[in-house]
């Protein structure tokens, strides 16, 4: 292709286009929000690697949109813009870089800090949905949420896969990937962000040409992918053509685009909803982000001297009042449905989200699925999860997480450590109705608002803060085989199933981590010898592509009787429409002495529930209880070393339940005749 520079196209008549690249069948238009540029050109090249291409100049209209129509198609080229602004001024960043449409629908890159990405225009393809649609229940408590990010589950070689790229490791995999959630029971899974996102940071201990050292991440790799740089286009390094090999180019072809939706397909076959963790509140900080260098005044929240405020705690945060910042977020959510038959999204640190785009995004979403699932991460700027349910969203609880397991393994046990901290007996009943803004310390007009979990990507596992809190030397020791510590003792298997039983009988929406059920540790691998903590627990794992997240499905065995507890549970609960959709009223508590003793039934009739049930959660390190069983005879279905949906026996009158442990019973609310 000859490089004839600066050519001038039309643009007359495309003021109703979106912004981005659109196609035609004879015609490509080009459009730019840019409003401090000075001049802006769009080059298209025929291979990612040219470094001139044809030029063609933009022209700039009053609302500082500059487009391009040129009378003829480029499928399979690539393209990118070159901005020339004002050079001092601290509210717009100047590059002599090309910088990629912050519309992309595929990007291809560079593995390299600044990722130097440019757009690839592609021609439509059809996919073959077979008719595939929305897998998300009218009633979102009936789902049991795995997160998991995609890779943790199959890079591991105990997950038996094919090696044939981690969209499609996790469709094919034996033992993880899909085989692992069909085998566990959830019924949803959300991954950790999916959007195209700078996997790797600058280098480490080295100033950057911007000035810019990393000083604070020896992996110098964004693993988890909360640096979202492309919010419409998938992730490329988990595709099957991908490489991790640096200054190597991803994203050539749209292997990433097709290998997404056969997976999205294939956990809708198996009726597992597919959710989506989304980064809305700031964007990649290192690369050449292209909200940073089209407009940085108008998509960020500034100071008065053009510094990112930094609310977000991520280097950045986005300005969602801001016209182009609410068009691309809803138009993201819109366009992850359509295309991807996405069913549902977490929103990180939703809290720096402006109401006005809360509320736009549930209105849009519900026209194209009004069962869509919207689930706040309500923190960020504001707490607000009381907010999100007035608005109709989801959240996050972390008032039941913190309650139940605490907040610091050394300094604020929880509830299944003993501990009722501030809590009242009736604000510990009200997390178990779903933290009802009827009840003590509640948030939720309703349960279905409600995401109950005690582990998350953020923070210790559950099983390495039950270690910690019962052992506080475990923080700080330097363990040279995991399974040293992975095999759990009695105490800490105890309380690890007495912390699932708490979380299984609450109403709300249930969320587990993966590996949650057994116990899994993440201890610090570090293969290259780079990280002076190697062999200690970690808790914030978010730049280790390595053995220190991937999933060891071998450990199962090590702690089997706890992974079977967690199945028993999962199997039992979608089985008891009672533990999900029972109203407040239907939930009686009894009183007992002691605080740490949480005793109530349940009346199964509102939910549809064939039993009425007894549950007793006993949170004493050292005391048995006995509790008197209303009349007749009860089936045991849960105890301290079993659960599911089979009887382990019948009992009538009463039952000690010992420590730390947990018993659930039921009854037939009618004759078997």
């Known amino acids: 292709m000859p490089n004839n520079s600066h050519q001038q196209c039309s643009i007359s008549g ?255 076959k198996e009726n597992i909803t597919v959710l989506m963790d989304v980064v809305y509140n700031h964007a990649s900080h290192y690369d050449l982000n292209p909200l940073k260098y089209t407009a940085k005044d108008h998509y960020f929240s500034l100071d008065d001297s053009g510094n990112f405020t930094n609310d977000s705690w991520t280097g950045n945060d986005i300005d969602t009042t801001a016209r182009y910042s609410r068009e691309l977020i809803v138009e993201s959510i819109k366009y992850w449905m359509k295309e991807y038959h996405i069913d549902g999204f977490r929103f990180d640190l939703a809290g720096i989200i402006d109401w006005e785009t809360v509320d736009l995004i549930r209105e849009e979403a519900h026209k194209i699925n009004p069962n869509v699932l919207l689930i706040a991460e309500p923190w960020g700027k504001e707490y607000k999860p009381d907010g999100f349910s007035d608005h109709g969203w989801s959240s996050w609880n972390d008032r039941f997480r913190n309650t139940i397991k605490g907040y610091n393994p050394k300094e604020d046990k929880g509830l299944i450590f003993g501990n009722t901290g501030h809590n009242t007996r009736f604000g510990l009943e009200n997390l178990i109705r779903g933290t009802l803004r009827s009840g003590e310390n509640g948030l939720f007009h309703h349960s279905g608002h409600s995401v109950n979990y005690l582990e998350s990507h953020d923070g210790y596992t559950l099983g390495d803060y039950i270690r910690i809190a019962l052992d506080p030397e475990k923080a700080d020791k330097v363990f040279e085989d995991v399974s040293h510590i992975a095999d759990l003792n009695t105490q800490e298997e105890s309380i690890a199933k007495l912390a699932a039983l708490v979380l299984f009988v609450s109403q709300g929406i249930t969320m587990m981590h993966a590996g949650q059920e057994w116990a899994r540790s993440k201890i610090i691998r570090d293969p290259k010898n780079i990280d002076s903590q190697k062999g200690k627990i970690d808790r914030d794992t978010y730049n280790k592509d390595d053995r220190t997240n991937w999933l060891n499905f071998n450990e199962i065995q090590i702690n089997q009787s706890l992974f079977n507890y967690y199945k028993g549970l999962i199997k039992l609960r979608l089985n008891a429409p009672a533990f999900r959709r029972s109203n407040p009223e239907d939930i009686h508590f009894k009183v007992y002495n002691d605080p740490l003793h949480i005793t109530f039934s349940i009346d199964g009739k509102s939910s549809g529930d064939m039993y009425n049930y007894f549950v007793s959660l006993n949170a004493s390190l050292e005391q048995d209880y006995e509790i008197i069983l209303p009349e007749g005879y009860w089936e045991i279905v849960a105890d301290d070393q079993h659960s599911g949906i089979k009887t382990l026996k019948s009992v009538k009158t009463k039952y000690n339940v010992p420590a730390s442990s947990g018993i659930i019973l039921r009854k037939l609310r009618v004759s078997k005749a």
């Open 14 to 268: 495309i003021e109703d286009y979106p912004l981005g690249c659109t196609v035609s069948d004879k015609n490509t238009l080009f459009r730019l929000f840019s409003p401090k540029a000075h001049f802006v050109e769009v080059v298209i090249f025929e291979q990612y690697e040219d470094e001139e291409g044809l030029s063609f100049v933009m022209e700039k209209n009053h609302e500082g949109v500059w487009s391009c129509l040129i009378q003829d198609v480029f499928p399979d080229h690539w393209y990118a813009y070159k901005i020339q602004g004002p050079v001092h001024d601290h509210f717009f960043l100047s590059t002599d870089e090309f910088i990629a449409d912050p519309r992309s629908r595929h990007v291809t890159t560079r593995n390299h800090y600044l990722q130097y990405p440019k757009t690839r225009i592609c021609n439509p393809t059809e996919f073959d949905w077979e008719d595939d649609t929305f897998v998300v229940p009218e009633d979102p408590r009936d789902l049991i949420i795995y997160e998991t990010h995609i890779k943790d589950l199959v890079a591991h070689s105990s997950a038996k896969t094919k090696v044939n790229g981690i969209y499609n490791d996790f469709r094919e995999a034996e033992v993880g990937g899909v085989s692992h959630l069909k085998r566990l029971g959830v019924n949803a899974v959300e991954f950790l962000p999916l959007q195209k996102f700078a996997y790797f940071e600058p280098p480490f201990n080295e100033t950057v040409p911007n000035g810019i050292k990393n000083v604070w991440n020896p992996y110098s790799i964004n693993y988890w992918g909360y640096m979202t740089s492309f919010h419409f286009a998938p992730e490329t390094v988990y595709a099957s053509d991908a490489t991790l090999e640096l200054n190597k180019v991803n994203g050539s072809t749209v292997t990433a685009e097709h290998e997404l939706k056969e997976l999205v397909k294939a956990l809708h």
